[in-house]
């Protein structure tokens, strides 16, 4: 099987837009978190989020316009705007904006989202409903689709290989990079821009997650303290927003073009729960079974992995996970360290596995696992190092890195450093 | 130029992003002014909007240009 390496970076979070901007901020142990802005939310359980700090583009804010011409953006919903500031990211990362049509036949995109266009079907169908069908916009559909952000940034870049989206929930990012990295894998591409993008932060969308109890409610008068995984009090999870995507490559190829190389997919495990349409089994065998396929994939055992960057949402699943590492690592818990990043960005759903995997990706280039934020108490004894509130550095040279999602459905990447 | 002239002109300018300079008696949406078939489905809904009158499906197909657009609107509002 094709080697496959990851030359390319980009992602737009709440801690700010950009892979090191972001990256330094999740080090210092920064939080995402405030009172939502984008609409007046005060009506609502849950009246905070993580939002991307939008601005001018400096300082690590996050200008629109910067990615997207203010035309173009008007006509499709901000999850696609997301995916098309992270992949520009990635591919100037990468240094990868061929000219070449053999180039160009060769590169694919899978970005994909949990939702998509939410806001967009919330809007329309008021416009529908109080002005009739005349008044919806041509550019409804093609705004709205999951598929979109993978097919405006092939149009953008010419990118004419595999064009393809994962829509698995808070999964997503994590089966688009391990789909992608099979794709090349198996010699259908050679060069794939794989991630995800969420716009969840509207009225329906905190609506709708607090319909189904997944949100945390109780800090409404200090948000930055609500995202707290494996914390005995925490509530449930933070809504997070933004997009990550990577430049997946295959390993000779990266290296006949002299490509930076941050590290290599080893490895990409999949499973379903078959059990519960929001909650995991409670024996988090499906997340087990995900590591193990992974683990199994990349020819290592749980005694290779120095990092893992857990599901851990702030819910009641965070335990049942925790529970599941533990007993795949066995005896080697107590070398390893796992935290979650979802402290500091929220949960960014489809996002969540693709800046996950690249906060893994850096973990291992600058040998240091980032913070589990507000982990003051935690739910359950563990032996596994869970980096309360610092950064943790430490020899990383295999990180895991866990997405589970609505529907029972689970993956695992393994990322591993290349000597 | 008539008031519709410049409210189109307008519509026109906002929705294609171009100069209003661009936008000339003769200037295609299409050919001259960067639209695709959407954004000219987008135009006649903005038409629409903005005299609040009715463009039926094929009489919007032979709006093609800035001068269509003044043209059928001038006699239909």
Same mark, same amino acid.
């Given at each position: 099987m094709r080697r496959v390496v990851v030359t390319g970076l980009g992602m737009v979070t709440p801690l700010a837009c950009g892979v090191e901007e972001t990256w330094t901020r999740i080090l210092k142990g920064q939080s995402g978190a405030g009172t939502i802005t984008q609409f007046d939310a005060s009506h609502l359980p849950t009246t905070y989020a993580c939002e991307i700090p939008r601005g &001018? $583009?400096? &300082?690590g804010t996050y200008n629109p316009d910067d990615w997207m011409e203010p035309k173009e953006q008007r006509k499709v919903d901000e999850f696609i705007t997301f995916a098309m500031a992270a992949a520009e990211q990635a591919v100037t990362d990468a240094n990868w904006k061929p000219e070449a049509e053999a180039d160009r036949l060769r590169t694919g995109v899978m970005i994909g989202s949990g939702i998509g266009g939410l806001q967009s079907i919330a809007e329309t169908a008021v416009t529908l409903k109080e002005r009739g069908p005349r008044r919806v916009s041509p550019f409804f559909i093609p705004g709205a689709l999951i598929n979109l952000c993978s097919g405006q940034v092939s149009i953008r870049y010419g990118f004419k290989g595999p064009n393809h989206a994962v829509v698995t929930a808070c999964s997503t990012g994590a089966h688009a990079i391990g789909d992608a990295a099979r794709l090349i894998m198996l010699d259908d591409a050679d060069v794939m821009v794989a991630g995800g993008s969420e716009a969840p932060i509207s009225e329906i969308g905190i609506a709708g997650f607090n319909a189904c109890k997944a949100l945390s409610t109780k800090w409404n008068d200090d948000p930055v303290k609500a995202s707290r995984p494996y914390s005995a009090d925490r509530d449930g999870f933070v809504m997070g927003e933004g997009a990550g995507c990577v430049v997946l490559e295959e390993y000779e190829h990266a290296k006949a073009r002299g490509a930076k190389i941050y590290a290599e997919v080893v490895g990409y495990g999949l499973s379903g729960d078959a059990y519960h349409i929001t909650a995991p089994a409670e024996d988090g065998n499906g997340g087990y079974r995900s590591m193990e396929a992974a683990l199994k994939r990349a020819g290592l055992t749980p005694a290779d992995v120095d990092y893992v960057n857990a599901? $851990? #949402?702030? #819910?009641?699943a965070d335990t049942i996970e925790l529970g599941a590492v533990a007993r795949l690592l066995g005896d080697a818990a107590g070398k390893v360290t796992m935290s979650s990043t979802k402290s500091a960005t929220g949960h960014l759903l489809g996002a969540a596995g693709a800046i996950e995997a690249i906060f893994s990706i850096l973990a291992i280039r600058d040998q240091v696992a980032p913070p589990t934020l507000n982990l003051e108490e935690p739910a359950v004894e563990t032996e596994i190092d869970l980096a309360p509130l610092e950064a943790r550095k430490r020899e990383i040279n295999v990180a895991l890195s866990n997405s589970f999602g609505f529907g029972g459905t689970n993956a695992s990447l393994v990322l591993a450093k290349v000597d | 130029m008539s008031d519709i002239a410049d409210r189109v002109k307008k519509i026109v300018v906002e929705h294609l992003s171009v100069d209003e300079a661009k936008v000339t008696e003769n200037a295609s949406f299409i050919d001259d002014l960067g639209a695709d078939s959407l954004d000219t489905v987008e135009l006649v809904m903005a038409f629409e909007e903005e005299f609040g009158i009715e463009i039926p499906d094929d009489a919007a197909e032979t709006i093609q240009s800035f001068g269509d657009a003044v043209k059928f609107i001038s006699e239909n509002s």
């Open positions: &001018d $583009g400096s &300082d599901h $851990g #949402t702030s #819910t009641m | -």
